[in-house]
């Protein structure tokens, strides 16, 4: 009898329909497509912002030009020759593409023309933001460090990939290591005995996603805090000298410039000309105000005859104690003290400078 029954359950077993797969195994794994051959800074790039959502986290990324897989794909960037964001389809090489932030974006005034990358960074950024953070996508630094993120990161690559020049005339000298030059070397050689862009190409997305993150780390942790510090202190560059030219970030050397320049339109302020802050060492620093954030002119350097001196030189021809240098451009010198380095500061300011 045990052993009729065995036998019926067994029967019943094999005849019984295999059990429903779940949800989540029945679903079709997403895939991202991009165009395969010589990969660039922006398809690498817009395929690591993809993966970065939930959405597309697991998806396949497919590298093809063949059109009845790009036309199955759930996302296609970078080829395929539409712009369509109902349909998830990014590409900018097709003639009637000219699209950039300013066009896309009513806040925003940067006309760059896009690329695939900056395409999904408008698309998708605030939300790979959110992800990456821990942030809800209503959080107010959000918006803040897409911008951030844009200007300082993506749009150079937007730039580049689209051949557009970031000035006119003959450099003097050239930029070989951006981004977008370190991807382009991931590429085969032209003589290599393999012409296989697969490995090449995981190794760009690597590589860009670790830029990208990291960028964003700076940013949310050390730029953005340091606008406090430099509102701070700006608000209260009258306390370190009557004129309110020089302001002192008595924390240490956080990023200010951007800030600053900022802070002085937002407050309408007479232009700082002096930054003093700590130098991790007990020692202080004076550094002059560029001309602007990226500009490597001071608005007023410290006095020429000082350029180049150092220690008891120094101090001798400034009449200030405690100095150790001047660099040789007048943009930043050193003292052993705050009152020292504010000193300098203030004899610059009094002779105006140049020659004093």
């Given at each position: 009898l045990c052993s009729s029954l065995s036998r019926r359950r067994r029967l019943m077993a094999a005849s019984s329909p295999p059990s429903s797969p779940s949800p989540r195994s029945r679903r079709r794994r997403r895939v991202i497509a991009t165009h395969d051959g010589v990969f660039h800074c922006d398809d690498a790039l817009a395929c690591f912002l993809l993966r970065r959502l939930p959405d597309y986290s697991d998806a396949d990324i497919v590298r093809t030009r063949d059109p009845d897989v790009l036309s199955t794909s759930d996302v296609v960037v970078d080829v395929g020759g539409v712009y369509d964001p109902k349909r998830h389809r990014y590409d900018h090489h097709q003639r009637t593409f000219s699209e950039s932030m300013s066009t896309l974006r009513s806040t925003s005034t940067r006309t760059t023309k896009l690329s695939s990358a900056g395409l999904v960074f408008h698309h998708f950024g605030e939300r790979v933001l959110a992800e990456v953070l821990g942030f809800s996508l209503s959080d107010p630094q959000i918006p803040i460090l897409w911008d951030k993120m844009y200007v300082n990161f993506l749009e150079e690559i937007d730039a580049i990939d689209n051949g557009i020049s970031q000035f006119d005339g003959e450099p003097r000298y050239l930029l070989t290591t951006n981004l977008s030059s370190r991807v382009s070397h991931l590429n085969p050689a032209w003589n290599s005995d393999s012409s296989d862009t697969e490995a090449g190409f995981t190794k760009a997305m690597s590589l860009v996603g670790e830029e990208f993150l990291g960028r964003l780390n700076f940013y949310r942790n050390s730029w953005l805090p340091a606008r406090g510090e430099v509102e701070a202190a700006v608000k209260g560059s009258k306390e370190v000298d009557v004129s309110g030219q020089i302001i002192a970030l008595d924390k240490g050397p956080c990023p200010w410039k951007e800030h600053l320049f900022?802070?002085?339109?937002?407050?309408?302020?007479?232009?700082?000309?002096?930054?003093?802050?700590?130098?991790?060492?007990?020692?202080?620093?004076?550094?002059?105000v560029p001309e602007n954030p990226n500009s490597f002119n001071s608005r007023l350097p410290l006095p020429e005859k000082w350029r180049g001196l150092r220690d008891e030189e120094l101090c001798s021809e400034s009449g200030v104690e405690g100095c150790i240098f001047v660099h040789a451009s007048g943009f930043i010198g050193g003292n052993k003290s705050r009152d020292g380095a504010l000193r300098m500061a203030r004899e610059t300011l009094r002779g105006g400078g140049e020659g004093v």
């Open positions: 900022e802070l002085e339109k937002e407050l309408a302020l007479r232009p700082i000309k002096f930054v003093l802050f700590p130098d991790g060492k007990g020692l202080w620093r004076v550094q002059a």
